[in-house]
């Protein structure tokens, strides 16, 4: 079962800009595609960034030319880069697995059958 550990979230204005950071353990993580998937308060799970195993990246519409994921498979880790963050981009970001034609939908949690604790992201206007 993956294991997975987010870190890097914190307090930013807005058009700041954060780096988060997961670490998966207990897959071969270089075969596997990778999400950042984000949940505001009162709001669905949604998937906001996907990264194939070869580094080819989705992005919903909603950070497209602001968010930039990226991965390290020797390092079994994938980052999300968010930039011109804005207020409604306030969420806890989870990375899990993914599929790259699901960017942009909502997941409940137990739809997979671990998540890690996720990083909180807030964006003060």
């Known amino acids: 079962q993956v294991q997975l550990v987010e870190s890097g979230g914190g307090l930013v204005q807005a058009g700041g800009s954060l780096r988060l950071s997961c670490t998966a353990s207990?897959?071969?993580?270089?075969?596997?595609?990778m999400g950042w998937y984000r949940q505001a308060p009162g709001k669905q799970r949604e998937l906001v960034a996907v990264i194939s195993s070869a580094g080819a990246a989705s992005y919903a519409d909603s950070v497209k030319g602001r968010f930039t994921i990226s991965r390290d498979n020797a390092k079994n880790t994938v980052y999300l880069q968010m930039d011109n963050l804005k207020p409604e981009d306030t969420a806890v970001y989870y990375c899990?697995?993914?599929?790259?034609?699901?960017?942009?939908?909502?997941?409940?949690?137990?739809?997979?059958?671990?998540w890690g604790p996720g990083t909180q992201v807030t964006v003060s206007s």
């Open positions: 207990g897959i071969i993580f270089r075969v596997y595609v």
């Open positions: 899990n697995l993914a599929e790259l034609r699901r960017v942009g939908s909502t997941y409940r949690p137990d739809d997979f059958a671990s």
